[in-house]
């Protein structure tokens, strides 16, 4: 049996501090995980940033707010960072400013994540923060499955990727 003091959380016995043990990745117990640090820090700096929009967005979806579907920000992935991501319904939500207005650079973005099974969903930033709950409502009509088809209109852009497993239908 290990005793407290031995565990390195507490002081010692003698009064002095104890080095605290490395995380269990630094000791080579688990595996680490699949994101480099690289990528680790550019979401947490990307989560960290002053986005209003995004800032207002995600006061709706964390913590299962938004219909107690789970949300995470700035998920990798490849190569790009999802704004919001729902993860078991492999939805993706974007923001953006004026500069992503018709942008070969999204388009390519979009096929990307629609190729790894995600659907996206694009809205402008200033109706995240002038239209909140007409955003939310339209997140919550793809989870729900009432909007499952390609959208391109002015105030959002949809691109629904099929879910179904690979290999066809599963019986």
């Known amino acids: 049996m290990v005793s407290v003091e031995d565990r390195g959380s507490f002081p010692s ?7 605290r043990p490395k995380p269990e990745t630094e000791r080579g117990l688990v595996e680490p995980g699949r994101r480099s640090p690289m990528s680790i820090a550019r979401a947490r700096n990307l989560r960290n940033g ?4 995004e800032a207002v967005l995600w006061n709706e979806l964390k913590a299962s707010r938004l219909g107690g579907y789970k949300f995470v920000r700035q998920m990798p992935v490849g190569p790009y960072f999802a704004d919001f ?4 319904h492999k939805l993706v939500v974007e923001l ?3 500069q992503h207005a018709d ?3 999204d388009r390519r973005r ?6 790894q099974g ?12 002038k239209q909140t709950r007409g955003v939310c409502e339209t997140i919550l009509a793809v989870l729900e499955g009432r909007l499952s088809e390609d959208v391109a209109a002015t105030s959002l852009r949809f ?6 497993p690979a290999g066809g239908d599963v019986g």
């Open 110 to 115: 979009d096929a990307f994540m629609g190729d």
């Open 85 to 88: 991501a729902c993860r078991a």
């Open 96 to 98: 953006d400013g004026s």
């Open 13 to 19: 016995r003698s009064g002095r501090e104890v080095a």
């Open 159 to 164: 691109v629904y990727a099929d879910h179904k």
């Open 50 to 53: 002053d986005n209003m929009a």
């Open 118 to 129: 995600y659907s996206v969903l694009r809205f402008w930033s200033a109706d995240a923060l």
């Open 103 to 105: 942008s070969e650079y």
